[in-house]
């Protein structure tokens, strides 16, 4: 028999969600079926799995051994061999903010945010790595809660992450950037001469296929997503322009499209349409402030390719 407790970054999910992490190899059928036979119990009592757990509460495993383990290891993607080969010493990203439940931090440009592949390393590991090795979360809270971005960037956008260290602050950001609370403001370097602030709207169409999107004034199909850019010139040089760009829905590649399909592609950003006169390849978009719900702000400084980027379009004519 296998006894746990749960613990705070446990609580408030359902039963049958934290058993399918706990048990991370076993079919659903096998879970649902063990929790008929009363083989798999919460505070001794049946359970069918759509409770909501509680700080504290017991729950009982009537399985052999070889049952558990069987069912209960880690599987081989999630990274956890390769998070002890990180050096702390020199995390490749800043630490912007951080409390008992959320850490902002400054993903630098070329890091992808989430895995694409299984071999990855991607910000979540280092996220998780910090944490880890910083005694803020364990290896044995990894079997049933896993910190997580909340936000995603692109690889070559760089800027602010926001990470869940808890479930709490998980669910909190993730629900308060669904509904808008948590405000976010871009810069980026276009093409072109941008003279005044304006505030643009579109339907987003998306080609997964080529994993590119377009925009367009009308709704051409039911998939099509309604978006909302306002931007505004922040400094002007020979021929380009550093906006601050508030994202107020935040659509697959929106600020990029969006700013294209006006005639400002960013700058580096060959996808959609950028010049490659100036020999600069990677985009020019940065992920630079947010302002939480209780008014909180974070910045990320501009990274100084932003600076080398703008010097080649030619001397600064007025901010």
């Excluded at 495993?61 to 702390?88: C, P």
């Amino acid at each position: 028999m296998q006894e746990f407790h749960i613990r705070k970054n446990e609580a408030g999910q359902r039963f049958d969600k934290y058993l399918k992490k706990l048990l991370c190899n076993a079919p659903a059928g096998f879970i649902y079926k063990m929790l008929r036979k009363k083989n798999i119990v919460l505070n001794d009592k049946r359970a069918g799995g759509e409770e909501k757990l509680q700080f504290n509460d017991t729950v009982k495993l009537y399985f052999a051994d070889e049952t558990f383990q069987k069912f209960s290891a880690l599987q081989k993607t999630d990274g956890k061999s390769r998070i002890a080969d990180i050096d702390l010493e020199h995390l490749p990203f800043g630490i912007l903010y951080e409390d008992e439940d959320i850490l902002v931090i400054d993903k630098p440009c070329g890091m992808l945010s989430q895995k694409a592949k299984p071999e990855d390393i991607s910000a979540n590991e280092y996220i998780m790595a910090y944490l880890i090795r910083s005694k803020k979360l364990s290896e044995e809270d990894l079997k049933t809660f896993r910190p997580s971005v909340c936000n995603r960037l692109d690889r070559n956008t760089s800027g602010i992450l926001i990470a869940g260290k808890t479930l709490r602050g998980l669910q909190k950001m993730s629900e308060d950037l669904k509904t808008r609370r948590i405000k976010k403001y871009y810069r980026c370097l276009v093409e072109g001469i941008v003279g005044a602030p304006c505030h643009i709207v579109g339907y987003l169409q998306k080609d997964a296929g080529k994993n590119i999107v377009s925009v367009s004034k009308e709704k051409q199909s039911e998939e099509d997503k309604w978006i909302e850019t306002d931007y505004s010139p922040i400094c002007h040089y020979a021929d380009a322009t550093l906006l601050e760009v508030h994202l107020i829905t935040g659509r697959t590649h929106q600020i990029r499209a969006h700013l294209s399909s006006i005639g400002h592609p960013v700058v580096g950003d060959l996808k959609y349409g950028a010049s490659k006169k100036y020999g600069i390849f990677s985009q020019m978009l940065h992920a630079y402030r947010i302002r939480l719900e209780d008014k909180t702000e974070i910045i990320a400084p501009l990274p100084e390719r932003f600076q080398k980027a703008a010097e080649a379009f030619g001397k600064k004519q007025g901010g």
